[in-house]
């Protein structure tokens, strides 16, 4: 028995129940009334029915109010019983659902919670309302439990990557927000908590240590701590942050393994590589009648979602929730119908890696529920004509991927030009600081390395073309100050003493002076860098040139 047929069965016993309850002509057993409503969503929760699920959560909501108010006159019954029929309708029709299903689902969910009416509707219903403040509260609590708890299973697999379950963990933790009931109306945090799920499922099950697994896991709990934050402060969350995106992207591709060129399988020669055809491995998996109507009703159901998200990354998560679904049936093979169900399975599978899904949305979703309704009735339909449907649908998934490859890339903008750089002022004053400024306007100006005689010049207003038109080393005779000791006249071709380019007397002084404040600022800023101790020693060295003159 398959999870739908179970959920089935399961569902058919708690309406069955219920209709018992709220068909009695004396007001029911109000705590019954709400155990079945919240086993009903429990049991759609489990098997993945979201849209029943909500429809289920809008009950309990129903059943809460009559709870809370104490009241049940015969318009309330009539409600209830009326709500009953619609469920047992929805049950029935879980392997078959249409849009009218789901018409039916939304205008059940708008009579039993009003207040919720348009939260799960297709894309452009609206955005959905934000939630109060118990619930933020709720979510931001619970919501960085699980970030804290995700990143902790990150940690620990880095550090051993065979400790795999420690990422179980995480699944516990999750539990009190997946059993939220409002959990598919509050975008992206359902999204990200089933993608956490998958993650989870796949780094447990692998064989071996999956290298990714920290780097996935890492992501999920930035993703999450950021959207539990912005749902607890605002009743909203950004479902294209960057970090739900960034998550979103590693998901996709986790447990795939890197893909290495052909090329680098080769000798580095002529060839020739390859000399003879391979045969694609044999696909020895058998799917029956029951398996392919089980998968064929989870890709209707999950077309349904994915035309419901309401974001590019919404779309890429719950598409990467058929991954593992695909996987199977790319295995699948030894009749023309299983041909045409791996051959779908491999297709669907490349489009959604590949981006083609979030690109031509509409279009893979009606695919994928064409290939559904197909699969759907395997045990009853002429598998000519099913093989032909799958092969059809294939096709087309092919030619989205296709589309989407042969789309122009976008040019990236063109830089604009940089500005040019604006010139440097004309350096002004005398000594080493100038000399070095004019240096460095030489240089900027294409002339070659100058030497001593150019740098030593007195400054222009604009710095000289070349090294050429520098005035000579007899202008350079720094101009005689209060506090400064008069230069005495050099020839143009004598050597310049050293002790005449250095500080002295009343000059080092003032060097210290100006130091002093330079000081100052260091200590204030708390510097203990090697720059506040070179201050320090050039202020000794000018006082041993003081003293010393």
Same mark, same amino acid.
């Given at each position: 028995?398959?999870?739908?047929?179970?959920?089935?069965?399961?569902?058919?016993?708690? &309406?069955?129940?219920? #209709?018992?309850?709220?068909?009695?002509?004396?007001?029911?057993?109000?705590?019954?009334?709400?155990?079945?409503?919240?086993?009903?969503?429990?049991?759609? &929760?489990?098997?993945?029915?979201?849209?029943?699920?909500?429809?289920?959560?809008? +009950?309990?909501?129903?059943?809460?109010?009559?709870?809370?108010?104490?009241?049940?006159?015969?318009?309330?019954?009539?409600?209830?019983?009326?709500?009953?029929?619609? +469920?047992?309708?929805?049950?029935?029709?879980?392997?078959?659902?249409? #849009?009218?299903?789901? $018409?039916?689902?939304?205008?059940?969910?708008?009579?039993?919670?009003?207040?919720?009416?348009?939260?799960?509707?297709?894309?452009?219903?609206?955005?959905?309302?934000?939630?109060?403040?118990?619930?933020?509260?709720?979510?931001?609590?619970?919501?960085?439990?699980?970030?804290?708890?995700?990143?902790?299973?990150?940690?620990?697999?880095?550090?051993?990557?065979?400790?795999?379950?420690?990422?179980?963990?995480?699944?516990? @933790?999750?539990?009190? &927000?997946?059993?939220?009931?409002?959990?598919? #109306?509050?975008?992206?945090?359902?999204?990200?908590?089933?993608?956490?799920?998958? $993650?989870?499922?796949?780094?447990?099950?692998?064989?071996?240590?999956?290298?990714?697994?920290?780097?996935?896991?890492?992501?999920?709990?930035?993703?999450?701590?950021?959207?539990?934050?912005?749902?607890?402060?605002?009743?909203?969350?950004?479902?294209?942050?960057?970090?739900?995106?960034? +998550?979103?992207?590693?998901?996709?591709?986790?447990?795939?393994?890197?893909?290495?060129?052909?090329?680098?399988?080769?000798?580095?020669?002529?060839?020739?590589?390859?000399?003879?055809?391979?045969?694609?491995?044999?696909?020895?998996?058998?799917?029956?009648?029951?398996?392919?109507?089980?998968?064929?009703?989870?890709?209707?159901?999950?077309?349904?979602?994915?035309?419901?998200?309401? *974001?590019?990354?919404?779309?890429?998560?719950?598409?990467? *929730?058929?991954?593992?679904?695909?996987?199977?049936?790319?295995?699948?093979?030894?009749?023309?119908?299983?041909?045409?169900?791996?051959?779908?399975?491999?297709?669907?599978?490349?489009?959604?890696?590949?981006?083609?899904?979030?690109?031509?949305?509409?279009?893979?979703?009606?695919?994928?529920?064409?290939?559904?309704?197909?699969? @759907?009735?395997?045990?009853?339909?002429?598998? *000519?004509?099913? $093989?032909?449907?799958?092969?059809?649908?294939?096709?087309?998934?092919?030619?989205?991927?296709?589309?989407?490859?042969?789309?122009?890339?976008?040019?990236?903008?063109?830089?604009?030009?940089?500005?040019?750089?604006?010139?440097?002022?004309?350096?002004?004053?005398?000594?080493?600081?100038?000399?070095?400024?004019?240096?460095?306007?030489?240089?900027?100006?294409?002339?070659?390395?100058?030497?001593?005689?150019?740098?030593?010049?007195?400054?222009?207003?604009?710095?000289?073309?070349?090294?050429?038109?520098?005035?000579?080393?007899?202008?350079?005779?720094?101009?005689?100050?209060?506090?400064?000791?008069?230069?005495?006249?050099?020839?143009?071709?004598?050597?310049?003493?050293?002790?005449?380019?250095?500080?002295?007397?009343?000059?080092?002084?003032?060097?210290?002076?100006? &130091?002093?404040?330079?000081?100052?600022?260091?200590?204030?800023?708390?510097?203990?860098?090697?720059?506040?101790? #070179?201050?320090?020693?050039?202020?000794?060295?000018?006082?041993?040139?003081?003293?010393?003159?």
């Amino acid at each position: 028995m398959g999870l739908t047929e179970f959920f089935t069965m399961e569902a058919s016993e708690y &309406l069955d129940r219920l #209709d018992t309850v709220v068909s009695s002509p004396t007001p029911p057993e109000v705590g019954e009334f709400l155990r079945l409503t919240r086993a009903l969503r429990g049991s759609a &929760l489990m098997a993945r029915q979201d849209t029943i699920a909500a429809a289920a959560a809008a +009950f309990e909501s129903f059943a809460r109010t009559v709870q809370a108010e104490g009241r049940w006159d015969e318009g309330t019954r009539q409600r209830a019983i009326r709500a009953v029929d619609d +469920f047992k309708v929805l049950v029935r029709q879980v392997g078959r659902w249409t #849009d009218a299903e789901e $018409a039916r689902a939304q205008h059940l969910i708008a009579d039993l919670a009003p207040e919720t009416a348009g939260a799960s509707e297709l894309p452009g219903g609206g955005e959905p309302e934000g939630l109060d403040a118990g619930a933020r509260a709720f979510v931001g609590r619970e919501g960085a439990a699980v970030a804290s708890a995700l990143d902790q299973a990150a940690k620990t697999l880095q550090q051993d990557a065979a400790a795999r379950n420690a990422a179980r963990r995480v699944l516990t @933790v999750a539990q009190p &927000l997946r059993g939220l009931s409002s959990l598919p #109306d509050i975008p992206p945090l359902g999204d990200l908590l089933e993608g956490v799920e998958r $993650a989870i499922a796949e780094i447990v099950s692998s064989a071996e240590p999956l290298d990714e697994a920290p780097l996935v896991l890492d992501a999920a709990a930035k993703a999450v701590a950021r959207t539990a934050q912005e749902l607890a402060r605002d009743g909203t969350a950004d479902p294209e942050s960057a970090e739900v995106q960034r +998550f979103a992207e590693l998901l996709g591709h986790l447990g795939e393994g890197a893909l290495v060129p052909i090329e680098s399988l080769y000798h580095d020669d002529d060839g020739p590589h390859v000399v003879e055809r391979g045969s694609p491995p044999a696909r020895t998996r058998i799917l029956g009648h029951v398996d392919l109507v089980s998968h064929g009703e989870h890709l209707v159901q999950a077309a349904h979602e994915v035309a419901k998200a309401a *974001s590019p990354t919404q779309i890429a998560l719950r598409v990467q *929730s058929l991954l593992a679904t695909f996987r199977t049936l790319t295995e699948a093979g030894g009749n023309p119908v299983l041909d045409a169900v791996s051959s779908f399975a491999t297709q669907a599978r490349n489009a959604a890696l590949g981006g083609a899904v979030t690109a031509h949305t509409t279009a893979f979703v009606e695919r994928l529920k064409e290939a559904g309704h197909a699969l @759907v009735e395997a045990a009853t339909g002429d598998e *000519s004509r099913l $093989a032909t449907a799958l092969r059809d649908a294939a096709d087309a998934v092919g030619a989205l991927r296709a589309k989407e490859e042969e789309a122009p890339v976008p040019e990236p903008p063109t830089a604009a030009p940089r500005p040019a750089a604006a010139p440097a002022p004309a350096a002004t004053g005398t000594g080493l600081a100038a000399s070095w400024t004019r240096y460095e306007q030489l240089r900027a100006h294409g002339s070659p390395a100058p030497g001593l005689e150019a740098l030593l010049t007195a400054p222009t207003e604009e710095p000289p073309a070349s090294i050429e038109d520098l005035p000579s080393i007899a202008e350079f005779v720094e101009t005689p100050s209060a506090e400064a000791q008069p230069a005495p006249a050099v020839a143009d071709d004598t050597l310049v003493p050293i002790q005449q380019l250095c500080y002295s007397g009343h000059g080092a002084l003032a060097r210290v002076r100006e &130091l002093r404040g330079a000081i100052a600022g260091e200590l204030a800023a708390g510097t203990t860098s090697d720059s506040l101790r #070179d201050l320090v020693e050039e202020v000794l060295d000018l006082v041993e040139l003081s003293i010393e003159t």
